[in-house]
């Protein structure tokens, strides 16, 4: 199979046509923040177009003197003190704008990255790392060329340019009216192909964008490409998505290509015609040879600001394209941006028990469209990889239904995708689940993969709100309380929890900022992990690497449970913290939360059952739903699943 024939369908994907597309006005609020600069800039550039306007003039009156036979007294160093101020003017001016470009940069990358980290997570589930980053680095770099090549000097580019039509049909009316022609037919033609560029960047911006996301998903898991021998199918897939970008870029090349000589082409043809025309009208006496030569200057004059907004037509057309990608993004809501109405939709539940620290009441939950749809392509995407290997893919399906935290998304796979093809419907991931959790309890959550556990602990940080039903905390509402104020209350170690490059102080610090090195120190001690600190001797300033790779699974995981234990929080939410630790650690690390559990309350979701059979409450999950409840000797009694689970494990 050739890989045309394997190349992923991008489904949902918009055409550069269909994408999102930025106007001028969206482009205005990032240069009023740099206001009072641009208009300094705009108050040089009319003294320098002043000073630029008088030269021609100067060097008519010296021709003519020289006619005459007069002397030239004063006008030479006029002329000179003329070319030198405007040459002072324009260093100056280059100077602020490159400043200002640069500012304006850093003011959309500040607004890109602070919006980014506080999108939904649905959001991060639905787009690519790569191509995030790639919206802050590459696509606001493109800004930074709408202020250095043309448009915040428009203003003095604007004087001199009508300055010189008006000297000019003051000198000659019937020479101006050909170089208007001329001029006309110019700026028409880059009108028209200025759109051709818009469209053309936006789409290279995307390839880009899909560029850095392979590379990102490349690197980030080198060791695992490596081990399966898929080095050179990995650099031949982004090996092609850089040459998309490539031969967009050629076109835009093109197109500019197409653009820059029409300045050039327009002030030869009009010289021809100045010289032409005004050669005649000069030996029919019409006019004088002096006035010949200004009309001459003033014509470099004009075809100057020309040739810089036909650059600025290109650079902001090119920034246009960039910016339609940034503002998608700055669009977007927060993910508590509803969250003042939804606290007024909900009420405080008058029947919780004081006794209840967590409740879910008929919780039913369906992951977003755009969710499902993203996964579709990823699975897409990896069929057409593994054909291209010729790899049995008769058994890929979509990863558990929708995505989501954890392993846990929906065990309905098979309604989602089936051979490749999506249905109209997506089932629900949780279906009416209901429990308690009493304070200063243990409660275990268990089942098999695609049950929906890590679901229920992602609802209750709420990265996701229910569908239906409600989640309780103390009694309230969880959509009730500010997300600050929940999160304060939760910590969370999530399943293959990541460690932040950095120091081993900056992971654990990450929610605790105000720890000291003894309370770091404590809790690393408390989960096992002193040793990490004696193989450095920078101990707690020690690096992790990128994704913790100078840590073993176990310490990563024992580091995430050592951050969650370091912010105390009342309720501890641990999804599989246990699940990359050998036997010893494994007891460790129990007995370790086993002396915080008496002050707090512990959500414990778990596939060894060992781990947790002691625990005060155990809840099993099965298709989204509640299939029993109690102690681990009341559901071996009662519950088939989890007696056929406790048997596999040799626990009965």
Known sequence: MSRADTRPARRGRRTPEEGPRATFRQLVPFLLEHRNVLIVVAILSVVGAVATLAQPLLVGQVIAQVEEGGGLGLLVWGIVALVVA??????????????????????????????????????????????????????????????????????????????????????????????????????????????????????????????????????????????????????????????????????????????????????????LVVLGVGGYRVASGAIEVASLVTFILFLFLLVGPLGSFFGAITSVNQALGALGRIQEILNLPTEDADDVQLAASVAVSSTASPEIAVEFRDVRFRYPEAVVAARRKAETEARAVLENAHVDTSAIALPDGAGGAGEDRPDTASEVVTDGEASDTVGDVLRGVSFQVPRGSRVAIVGPSGAGKSTTLALIERFYDPTGGAILLGGTDIRALPREQLRAQLGYVEQDAPTLAGTIAQNLRLASPEATDADCERVLEAVNLTEVLERSPLHLEAPVGENGVMLSGGERQRLAIARALLAAPPILLLDESTSSLDGLNEQRMRDAIDAVAAERTLIVIAHRLSTVVDSDLIVVMQNGEVIGQGTHGELVESTPLYRDLARHQLLV
């Not at 919206?135 to 800004?143: H, K, P, Q």
Request: charged share 15%; aromatic share 4%; no cysteine.
């Open 86 to 271: 405007a040459s002072v003017i324009s260093g100056f001016q280059h100077y602020l704008l490159q400043r200002t470009g640069t500012a304006v940069v850093y003011s959309s990358r500040r607004q890109l990255v602070a919006r980014i980290l506080h999108l939904p997570i649905r959001e991060f589930d639905a787009r690519r790392t790569g191509d995030l980053v790639s919206r802050v680095g590459t696509d606001t770099t493109l800004l930074y060329a709408v202020l250095t090549q043309g448009l915040a000097d428009a203003v003095g580019n604007s004087l001199i340019f009508v300055g010189a039509l008006v000297a000019m049909s003051l000198i000659d009316p019937l020479l101006l009216l050909a170089i208007v022609v001329v001029i006309g037919l110019s700026i028409t033609g880059v009108v028209v192909l200025s759109g051709r560029i818009r469209r053309a960047t936006g789409e290279q911006q995307e390839k880009v964008g899909e560029l850095a996301s392979s590379v990102e998903r490349a690197v980030s898991s080198i060791r695992t490409v490596r081990a399966a021998g898929a080095t050179e199918r990995e650099v031949a897939e982004t090996t092609s998505v850089a040459t998309e970008a490539y031969g967009v870029g050629v076109r835009i090349a093109k197109v500019s290509a197409l653009v820059v000589p029409v300045a050039g082409i327009a002030l030869q043809v009009s010289l």
